[in-house]
T-cell receptor, first 110, second 112 residues
Framework: GQNIDQPTEMTATEGAIVQINCTYQ??????LFWYQQHAGEAPTFLSY????GLEEKGRFSSFLSRSKGYSYLLLKELQMKDSASYLC???????????FGAGTRLAVHP | EAQVTQNPRYLITVTGKKLTVTCSQN?????MSWYRQDPGLGLRQIYY???????DKGDVPEGYKVSRKEKRNFPLILESPSPNQTSLYFC???????????FGDGTRLSIL
C-alpha cells in the first residue's frame, strides 16, 4: 500500500535544532517534498530530494535515504515564526500522484 | 505576480445544491491538482490534470468533477454536495514533473 508516516506533534526551544522524520511506502517512488504550512494558510515549498543525501538551504536541510524509505527535515537556529505544520509528500506511481503525510505540528517556545 | 487564485475563499451551502470552485494560475503551468485537507488526514488528492483536456482521478475523486478546457483554469465541481465534503480545499499547479507545487490560498467549504 501507499503510506507516509510522520510524528503528529513536536515542541522545541527557540535557537535550538529540531529534526522531523518521515517514513514512506509508495510504489514507483520518484522524489520527496517538504512543505511548511502555517495555520490557516497554504502550504509553501521547502525542499525536494530525489537522490540519496543531504540538501541544505540556509537554516533548513533535508535528507533522503531511498533504500530505507526515510527522510528528515532539519531546522536549525529555530525562530518563533518556524511554528507551523511540516508536510512530507512523495510521488507515487509516476509524477502525477503526490501522497502527503498528515503533517507534523511544530511548536517553538521561547 | 505568479499566483494560483481560488474562488470563493469561504462558502456555506446546503446539501444537493451544485457548486463550482474556480482555480486559475498565471504561470503557464501544465500540471494542476485539487486537494482536500481534513484534520488528521493531511492533504488528499482529488483530481489532477497534466494538460488541457487531460485529467485523471486522484485518491478521493468520488462526488467531484473537474474540467480543463484552458491551460490556466481548473474548476472543481460538486454536482450534489453532501456534508462529508465539508473540508478545506486547495488548488495547486506546477511547471513540470520535478517542480514544486504552488498552492492557492484555499477554499473552506461547509455543506449543511
Amino acid at each position: 500500500g501507499q503510506n507516509i508516516d510522520q510524528p503528529t506533534e513536536m515542541t522545541a526551544t527557540e535557537g535550538a535544532i529540531v529534526q522531523i522524520n518521515c517514513t514512506y511506502q509508495t510504489s514507483g517512488f520518484n522524489g520527496l517534498f517538504w512543505y511548511q504550512q502555517h495555520a490557516g494558510e497554504a502550504p509553501t515549498f521547502l525542499s525536494y530530494n530525489v537522490l540519496d543525501g543531504l540538501e541544505e538551504k540556509g537554516r533548513f536541510s533535508s535528507f533522503l535515504s531511498r533504500s530505507k524509505g526515510y527522510s528528515y527535515l532539519l531546522l536549525k537556529e529555530l525562530q518563533m515564526k518556524d511554528s507551523a505544520s511540516y508536510l512530507c509528500a512523495a510521488f507515487s506511481g509516476g509524477y502525477n500522484k503526490l501522497i502527503f503525510g498528515a503533517g507534523t505540528r511544530l511548536a517553538v517556545h521561547p | 505576480e505568479a499566483q494560483v487564485t481560488q474562488n470563493p475563499r469561504y462558502l456555506i451551502t446546503v446539501t444537493g445544491k451544485k457548486l463550482t470552485v474556480t482555480c486559475s494560475q498565471n504561470m503557464n503551468h501544465e500540471y494542476m491538482s485539487w486537494y482536500r485537507q481534513d484534520p488528521g488526514l493531511g492533504l488528499r488528492q482529488i483530481y489532477y490534470s497534466m494538460n488541457v483536456e487531460v485529467t485523471d482521478k486522484g485518491d478521493v475523486p468520488e462526488g467531484y468533477k473537474v474540467s480543463r478546457k484552458e491551460k490556466r483554469n481548473f474548476p472543481l465541481i460538486l454536482e450534489s454536495p453532501s456534508p462529508n465534503q465539508t473540508s478545506l480545499y486547495f488548488c495547486a499547479s506546477r511547471a513540470g514533473a520535478h517542480q514544486p507545487q504552488h498552492f492557492g490560498d484555499g477554499t473552506r467549504l461547509s455543506i449543511l
